[in-house]
């Protein structure tokens, strides 16, 4: 079984000196993580087959798209769903970690949008602070948005978390606020805001936080909470 590994979105972020450079960061099933430098303004393109999701992690972006047009702070992510004409631009440097189906894309079952009709839909904007704020009961994963057949959840708790085991499905978690710990019995990572850890699918393993502690967990769809 793989050792858990530690990751940092700020210090990598920090690494990459060059405007529009990519860094793959981690792996969730069959989705790709990466860190992405905003700095100047992308041509218009799309992808036909990739929804692709957005997370400002430093700085501000804004995201324009055949559905309309989102202004991202930290903490706040939009998803573009496949076949959208989009472009992303900051006047200042801004880190951001994008999502997205990493393998065999065209592959995989779902609809494909080859174009966006006017007015048919709109972009949305989710904020991780937002939605934390409007959870009322700890250890409950709401959905915050899906991208493929994933899913982002936040939820908040103090304690053990209780989780499947083993685990279904690869499962991120990141630390938004407060401090975590994940075992295996390979051993264990501490986590601070911005780190994230991946529990790979078939782990035996343990989540517990401190007190003021909100978690977002990436992982398939099919996982309780939301």
Same mark, same amino acid.
């Given at each position: #079984?793989?050792? @858990?590994?530690?990751?940092?979105?700020?210090?990598?972020?920090?690494?990459?000196?060059?405007?529009?450079?990519? +860094?793959? %960061?981690?792996? !969730?099933?069959?989705?790709?993580?990466? %860190?992405?430098?905003?700095?100047?303004?992308?041509?218009?393109?799309?992808?036909?087959?990739?929804?692709?999701?957005?997370?400002?992690?430093?700085?501000? =972006?804004?995201?324009?798209?055949?559905?309309?047009?989102?202004?991202?702070?930290?903490?706040?992510?939009? !998803? !573009?769903?496949?076949?959208?004409?989009? +472009?992303?631009?900051?006047?200042?440097?801004?880190?951001?970690? @994008?999502?997205?189906?990493?393998?065999?894309?065209?592959?995989?079952?779902?609809?494909?949008?080859?174009?966006? =009709?006017?007015?048919?839909?709109?972009?949305?904007?989710?904020?991780?602070?937002?939605?934390?704020?409007?959870?009322? @009961?700890?250890? *409950?994963?709401?959905?915050?948005? *899906?991208?493929?057949?994933?899913?982002?959840? #936040?939820?908040?708790?103090?304690?053990?978390?209780?989780?499947?085991?083993?685990?279904?499905?690869?499962?991120?978690?990141?630390?938004?606020?407060?401090?975590?710990?994940?075992?295996?019995? *390979?051993?264990?990572?501490?986590?601070?805001?911005?780190?994230?850890?991946?529990?790979? +699918?078939?782990? =035996?393993? *343990?989540?517990?936080? =401190?007190?003021?502690?909100? @978690?977002?967990?990436?992982?398939?769809?099919?996982?309780?909470?939301?």
């Amino acid at each position: #079984m793989t050792k @858990l590994e530690k990751l940092n979105v700020f210090e990598i972020g920090r690494e990459l000196e060059r405007p529009f450079s990519v +860094r793959a %960061i981690a792996t !969730v099933g069959d989705m790709l993580f990466s %860190i992405y430098i905003c700095q100047g303004t992308l041509e218009w393109h799309s992808h036909l087959d990739n929804d692709e999701l957005f997370w400002v992690c430093e700085g501000t =972006i804004q995201l324009e798209s055949a559905w309309g047009d989102v202004q991202l702070r930290p903490g706040e992510l939009a !998803v !573009v769903p496949k076949g959208v004409r989009h +472009r992303s631009s900051s006047g200042a440097r801004a880190s951001v970690l @994008l999502v997205r189906c990493g393998f065999f894309p065209n592959r995989k079952n779902g609809r494909r949008r080859l174009y966006a =009709i006017a007015g048919e839909s709109k972009l949305k904007r989710a904020s991780l602070h937002g939605v934390l704020q409007t959870l009322t @009961l700890p250890f *409950q994963f709401r959905t915050v948005a *899906q991208v493929e057949d994933s899913v982002v959840q #936040m939820a908040w708790g103090e304690g053990t978390w209780p989780v499947e085991i083993p685990a279904s499905h690869d499962v991120l978690f990141f630390v938004l606020d407060g401090a975590a710990t994940a075992r295996t019995p *390979q051993g264990m990572v501490h986590l601070h805001p911005g780190d994230l850890t991946v529990v790979p +699918r078939g782990a =035996i393993y *343990q989540v517990s936080t =401190i007190q003021g502690t909100a @978690l977002v967990q990436v992982t398939r769809k099919d996982v309780q909470g939301g």
